[in-house]
C-alpha cells in the first residue's frame, strides 16, 4: 500500500500539491507513482520563471524503466525547482513527499481555487486502490 499523505491535494497523473506560503504550491510525484517507476535515474523540470497550465507536461523522469512525463496540478508561474535532484534524482525514490519534491508554482488566482481542482486524500486513495 503506497503512503498517501492528508495535508496534500492529488491529481489523478499521480501528483501531489501542498500549498506553502502565500500563493505558491509545491508539487512532486506520489509514492504510488514513484513505486510504478521504479528507480529513478534522472528528472528535468522546467525552467524557473516558465508559465505553466495545469494538466500541462512541464518534465520528465527517467527510471531504468521508462520515462515518465512529468503534469503540472496547477496554474501559475514556477518560481523553483528542486535543484538537488539534478545530482541525486533517487531522492524521488527515498522520500518522494519531502526531498524528493519537484518545483514551486506561484498561482496566478486563489490557492484554494486551485488546490479545490485537485482530489482529497481520500479520493486519490480510491484512484490508487
Known amino acids: ?75 501559475g508561474t514556477v518560481v523553483r525547482v528542486n535543484d538537488k535532484l539534478i545530482d541525486a534524482p533517487e531522492a524521488v525514490n527515498s522520500d518522494p513527499y519531502e526531498d524528493g519534491w519537484m518545483l514551486e508554482v506561484e498561482v496566478d488566482g486563489s490557492v484554494e481555487e486551485e488546490i479545490g481542482k485537485l482530489l482529497t486524500p481520500d479520493r486519490y486513495r480510491t484512484v490508487t486502490d
Open 1 to 75: 500500500m503506497s503512503d498517501i499523505r492528508d495535508n496534500r491535494f492529488y491529481s489523478e497523473e499521480h501528483e501531489w500539491a501542498l500549498p506553502t506560503e502565500g500563493q505558491i504550491i509545491r508539487i512532486g510525484i506520489t509514492d504510488y507513482a514513484q513505486c510504478q517507476l521504479g528507480d529513478i535515474v534522472f528528472v528535468e523540470l522546467p525552467e524557473v520563471g516558465s508559465s505553466v497550465t495545469a494538466g500541462d507536461s512541464v518534465g520528465s523522469i527517467e527510471s531504468v524503466k521508462t520515462v515518465s512525463e512529468l503534469y503540472t496540478p496547477v496554474s
